[in-house]
């Protein structure tokens, strides 16, 4: 059971790797503990610790929180942490369907990507300028945490001491600049380290967070809720790998041909099509759409409350509400289909398949070919967003069986479990890859 984890530090280039891998995780960490400048963080901790289960912010932030590892709540350094990156990918990403700009540098190679990572920076730190904008202009109007007022030193009015414009864009800066060093350290881990930094990331400030809520509904809910959410998490981790790890592999075999003097091909291979084929990526882009409107609402929210505000407060803003969790099922559905179709085209295949004298027995290759993929990739798409949106909105069914704060997304079930459960395997994934190569190289010397 451990001999693999026995090889991976005996081999001195993999153990380097890891290590700083770790080394960034630590800083990264360190980072989000790290209060902006000008913010009170004996007070964010008040407030945070005397809630009261009052919905407000917390709810409104909760994924965005998470994915930070409890750094926005804190107005850390890292307060936005790499939302603002991911963000900008999925925008990106989805433009090279629309711009065709895009889609000509998407098949330039290497230079091409270069380019692109380039333009999605920019928009990275303009996302991040809004979100800090947004976050630092709740925390100054006392919207941000919504403690009971006066009670163990929460006064969630004085986080934030210096009000004026030079501390507010003093602050925003600060948090700017926290996350493009956060998306300098996904791109670190990316070149020099182990699996994908973003996800890394990610990964760490959600299990960062795991004693903290474990200890909160240990102490809250009693031993036997705790028992619980424990069984029901080791269920739901069963069933994400069960899911993450099936395919439908399509055969492909591969005609003979000579190249000069040599004979290629005549081998058989399989087109592996995952049933989860568009990862955590609808849950992430359905949850930050959920919140335009209550990010909306609560910063033009006067002493009055329009219909549509109190609207949106009844029914979007409130993860137990019937509406909130119809919409976030079917709007997971309708990004799966679309992120699916943006990053598999099923005629890209067919072409490459026909140039290398590929072939699905049965099939024609070219447009046939295209179109038998298509069909299969629309028939396991299906049970594969009706998936993630189970897992997405299991949190939202049983809230107040696991969490007494009233934040959704807990790290013990749904979306935190799905994205740590993915991360793993494809991180384990590469290091066995990693381990094969270097035993196929000793065995070929």
């Given at each position: 059971?451990?001999?693999?984890?026995?090889a991976?530090?005996?081999?001195p280039?993999?153990?380097?790797?890891?290590l700083?891998?770790?080394?960034?995780?630590?800083?990264y960490?360190?980072?989000a503990?790290?209060?902006?400048?000008?913010?009170?963080?004996?007070?964010?901790?008040?407030?945070?610790?005397?809630?009261?289960?009052?919905?407000?912010?917390?709810?409104?932030?909760?994924?965005?929180?998470?994915?930070?590892?409890g750094?926005l709540?804190?107005?850390?350094?890292?307060?936005i942490?790499?939302?603002?990156?991911?963000?900008?990918?999925?925008i990106?990403?989805?433009?090279?369907?629309?711009?065709?700009?895009?889609?000509?540098?998407?098949?330039?190679?290497?230079?091409?990507?270069?380019?692109?990572?380039q333009?999605?920076?920019?928009l990275?730190?303009?996302?991040?300028v809004?979100?800090?904008?947004?976050?630092?202009?709740?925390?100054?109007?006392?919207?941000?945490?919504?403690?009971?007022?006066?009670?163990?030193?929460?006064?969630?009015?004085q986080i934030i001491?210096?009000k004026?414009?030079?501390?507010?864009?003093?602050?925003?800066?600060?948090?700017?600049?926290?996350?493009?060093v956060?998306?300098?350290?996904?791109?670190?881990?990316?070149?020099r380290?182990i699996?994908?930094?973003?996800?890394?990331?990610?990964?760490?400030?959600?299990?960062?967070?795991?004693?903290?809520?474990?200890k909160?509904?240990?102490?809250?809910?009693?031993?036997?809720a705790?028992?619980?959410?424990?069984?029901a998490?080791?269920?739901?981790?069963?069933?994400?790998?069960?899911?993450?790890?099936?395919?439908?592999?399509i055969?492909v075999?591969?005609?003979?041909?000579?190249?000069?003097?040599?004979?290629?091909?005549?081998?058989?291979?399989?087109?592996?099509?995952?049933?989860?084929?568009?990862?955590?990526i609808?849950?992430?882009?359905?949850?930050?759409?959920?919140?335009?409107?209550?990010?909306?609402?609560?910063?033009?929210?006067?002493?009055?409350?329009?219909?549509?505000?109190?609207?949106?407060?009844?029914?979007?803003?409130?993860?137990?509400s019937t509406?909130?969790?119809?919409?976030?099922?079917?709007?997971?559905?309708?990004?799966?289909y679309?992120?699916?179709?943006?990053?598999?085209?099923?005629?890209?295949?067919?072409?490459?398949?026909?140039?290398?004298?590929?072939?699905?027995?049965g099939?024609?290759?070219?447009?046939?070919?295209?179109?038998?993929?298509?069909?299969?990739?629309?028939?396991?798409?299906?049970?594969?967003?009706?998936?993630?949106?189970?897992i997405?909105?299991?949190?939202?069914l049983?809230?107040?069986?696991?969490?007494?704060?009233?934040?959704?997304?807990?790290?013990f079930?749904?979306?935190?479990?799905?994205?740590?459960?993915?991360?793993?395997?494809?991180?384990?994934?590469?290091?066995?890859?990693?381990?094969?190569?270097?035993?196929?190289?000793g065995?070929?010397?």
């Amino acid at each position: 059971m451990f001999s693999p984890l026995i090889a991976v530090f005996r081999t001195p280039e993999l153990r380097k790797k890891i290590l700083f891998v770790l080394f960034i995780l630590v800083l990264y960490r360190l980072g989000a503990t790290l209060p902006s400048p000008g913010v009170d963080f004996g007070i964010v901790q008040n407030c945070l610790h005397n809630s009261g289960g009052k919905k407000g912010a917390e709810d409104l932030y909760s994924l965005i929180n998470m994915f930070s590892g409890g750094a926005l709540l804190q107005l850390s350094v890292f307060a936005i942490g790499i939302m603002p990156y991911i963000t900008a990918s999925i925008i990106v990403q989805l433009l090279t369907v629309v711009i065709p700009r895009f889609e000509d540098l998407r098949k330039e190679g290497q230079a091409g990507q270069a380019k692109m990572t380039q333009y999605t920076r920019y928009l990275t730190v303009g996302l991040a300028v809004l979100q800090a904008t947004g976050i630092v202009a709740l925390g100054s109007s006392g919207s941000l945490l919504q403690g009971k007022e006066g009670a163990a030193g929460c006064y969630p009015d004085q986080i934030i001491h210096d009000k004026s414009i030079w501390g507010l864009s003093l602050i925003v800066v600060v948090m700017v600049a926290g996350a493009m060093v956060v998306m300098w350290f996904g791109e670190l881990i990316t070149e020099r380290g182990i699996g994908n930094g973003m996800s890394l990331l990610i990964s760490a400030g959600i299990v960062a967070r795991i004693p903290a809520e474990g200890k909160m509904i240990l102490n809250d809910r009693g031993g036997l809720a705790f028992a619980l959410v424990l069984v029901a998490g080791l269920v739901i981790v069963g069933g994400v790998v069960f899911i993450e790890m099936g395919q439908r592999r399509i055969p492909v075999q591969y005609a003979k041909r000579m190249v000069g003097r040599k004979m290629y091909g005549g081998s058989s291979t399989y087109l592996p099509l995952k049933v989860n084929q568009a990862g955590v990526i609808p849950v992430i882009f359905a949850s930050s759409l959920l919140y335009l409107p209550m990010l909306v609402s609560n910063l033009t929210k006067g002493d009055n409350a329009k219909g549509w505000q109190q609207f949106i407060d009844q029914h979007l803003a409130n993860p137990t509400s019937t509406v909130y969790i119809v919409v976030y099922f079917l709007l997971i559905i309708f990004f799966t289909y679309f992120y699916v179709a943006v990053t598999f085209n099923p005629q890209e295949r067919a072409d490459d398949m026909k140039k290398y004298g590929g072939f699905i027995p049965g099939i024609r290759p070219g447009q046939p070919t295209a179109d038998y993929l298509g069909y299969v990739l629309s028939r396991i798409t299906l049970p594969g967003s009706i998936y993630l949106g189970v897992i997405a909105i299991l949190p939202n069914l049983f809230l107040n069986v696991g969490n007494s704060g009233g934040v959704q997304n807990l790290p013990f079930g749904g979306t935190a479990l799905l994205i740590m459960v993915v991360v793993a395997l494809d991180t384990v994934k590469q290091v066995n890859s990693q381990l094969m190569q270097r035993k196929y190289e000793g065995f070929l010397n």
